[in-house]
């Protein structure tokens, strides 16, 4: 069944005066459309439904929106889509990040595939911007007391009701593009009836399977880990890591205070010059410490540096390890529902 091809483009504003916004992408077989490059300023392929939630999170009726297109749509029993290998995405803190990695998952799954695998996505404005301020001012939340007395609860009932959204849409595997998000991750999936992605999992395997061997012989694996202070006192990515055999090494405390937590600030304050050199000097500080490699763990920090910067070609992100985690399980979804 193939839907109808709407031309449309996503602007920033957008994300601004909806209380939601969910993005619907279909499984449809065009083969010129998938073998088109991608606009950048495009957020899902051509053979997709953007819808807008109220209030209360149902779909209202689309006035711009064919019969076709909502025939289609609600064929499934309720469901948005009914693909076996059907992607649930849930937006965190930036919507640039999430956009980047819909990009990369759509580009990335058309590789070796004629269609793109087929995906749901939901973005809340609200809690973009408490994720993100959670993140960026995390060095004003500077002693534990004061951590653990700031309440979350409301940003995790947040994403617990977009867990249950996505289920509820058709979603076979729900991924979270953020960070700080992944802090609540088991309280977030807990009882869940499909299966997450978990970004820590996924970079920690990759990093496994790449059998790297110890800058000296005799040595552990070490792998540096680069994030914002909130997302370090997390602590996933060290579990994660050390449950795979990795020796961890975070920044120490003078690195955080003298380079990762004034490079966050500048870029708040969009001094991106300042905050680039700042990332710099972090990570020369891990790397003389003789780790193998370098996790990114801010979307931030990521974005910084050039493509072409040696000390990128040092660094892992967690994103595109989710990106290929999230293909390889909608290619085993598809050969088992055949």
């Known amino acids: 069944m193939e839907s109808k091809v709407l031309n449309w483009k996503i602007k920033k504003s957008k994300f601004e005066t909806h209380p939601s916004i969910t993005m619907v992408s279909t499984n449809t077989r065009q083969r010129n459309v998938c073998k ?13 439904v953007i819808l807008h939630t ?27 889509l009914c693909h076996p290998n059907t992607v649930g995405i849930m937006g965190g803190g930036s919507v640039d990040s999430t956009l980047s990695f819909v990009r990369k998952l759509v580009h990335w799954s058309k590789e070796n595939e ?6 749901v996505l939901c973005s809340d404005p609200v809690l973009n911007r408490e994720l993100l301020s959670l993140e960026r001012n995390s060095s004003t939340l500077c002693s534990r007391n004061a951590r653990s007395q700031f309440d979350h609860s409301p940003i995790v009932e947040n994403l617990l009701s977009k867990r249950v959204f996505l289920e509820k849409s058709g979603a076979q595997c729900i991924v979270v593009p953020c960070h700080i998000s992944h802090s609540w991750h088991d309280e977030v999936f807990k009882g869940c009836s499909i299966p997450s992605l978990h970004m820590a999992e996924c970079v ?10 110890p800058l000296e012989a005799g040595s552990p694996l070490r792998i540096g880990v680069l994030a914002t202070d909130v997302t370090l006192k997390a602590g996933f990515y060290q579990e994660k890591l050390q449950n795979e055999g990795f020796e961890v090494v975070l920044p120490d405390k003078a690195t955080m ?34 780790v193998n490699t370098v996790i990114l763990a801010s979307n931030d920090m990521c974005d910084l540096l050039p493509r072409d910067d040696p000390l990128l070609k040092k660094c892992i992100d967690p994103m595109d390890a989710l990106v290929m985690s999230t293909i390889k399980w909608a290619q085993q979804a598809v050969k088992e529902g055949t």
Do not use: W, Y
């Open 36 to 48: 088109r490059r991608l606009n950048p300023v495009l957020a899902v392929p051509p053979s997709s």
């Open 257 to 290: 205070e003298h380079t990762v937590i004034p490079a966050i600030d500048a870029i708040n304050r969009k001094d991106m010059e300042g905050a680039r050199n700042l990332l710099r000097i972090a990570l020369q500080v891990l790397l003389v410490r003789e």
């Open 204 to 213: 920690s395997r990759e990093l496994k399977e790449a059998k790297l061997k």
């Open 54 to 80: 109220d209030e209360s999170g149902e779909f209202p009726e689309s006035r711009n929106s064919s019969s076709s297109s909502n025939a289609s749509l609600s064929s499934c029993a309720g469901s948005l």
């Open 114 to 119: 004629e269609t793109c695998t087929p995906f």
